[in-house]
């Protein structure tokens, strides 16, 4: 039963940066705003681990790793110029004005989440040396470029 379950919370983080990749072209605001939730889902399995609210296990650790890596696969590409919908997107203007920022940040994240998967923590010490840069480029990022808007 235990595996089963653990089976299941895999599958289900694995199937979440899909959204993205379907309509980005579609919808570069939608796809980054599924992205985003994508990638915050697997957030919330790692810090819940970490915060000692979910026991830790490897498996599902990293399959949470690897999901939030596969969500940011081509992120900064979701950004093209008039895709800024101030309106329904707490994407902050600088992206567009200061965009090498933007993309160094994105790039820093992709580069420590290669890191954490490649370390393939299997204790909760390892889990948490190895997703502290990640959490860190999350704030980064977010202090500089999301804009609170809801």
């Given amino acids: 039963m235990k595996t089963m379950l653990k089976a299941a919370l895999i599958a289900s983080l694995s199937l979440t940066a899909m959204p993205a990749i379907v309509s980005a072209q579609d919808d570069p605001v939608e796809a980054r705003q599924q992205s985003m939730k994508a990638v915050g889902k697997a957030t919330g399995v790692v810090a819940g681990m970490l915060?000692?609210?979910a026991d830790?296990?490897?498996?599902?650790?990293?399959?949470?790793?690897?999901d939030m890596r596969a969500a940011v696969e081509g992120y900064d590409m979701l950004f093209p110029e008039g895709s800024e919908a101030f309106d329904r997107s707490e994407a902050g203007p600088t992206i567009w004005s200061d965009r090498a920022d933007f993309e160094m940040k994105v790039a820093a994240f992709k580069s420590d989440l290669?890191?954490?998967i490649a370390a393939n923590p299997q204790t909760l010490e390892a889990l948490?040396?190895?997703?502290?840069a990640v959490g860190q480029n999350c704030q980064a990022c977010h202090e500089a470029h999301r804009v609170d808007r809801f």
């Fill in 51 to 53: 915060r000692g609210r």
């Fill in 56 to 66: 830790f296990d490897a498996m599902a650790a990293n399959a949470a790793l690897a």
């Fill in 128 to 132: 948490g040396a190895s997703f502290g």
């Fill in 114 to 116: 290669d890191a954490a």
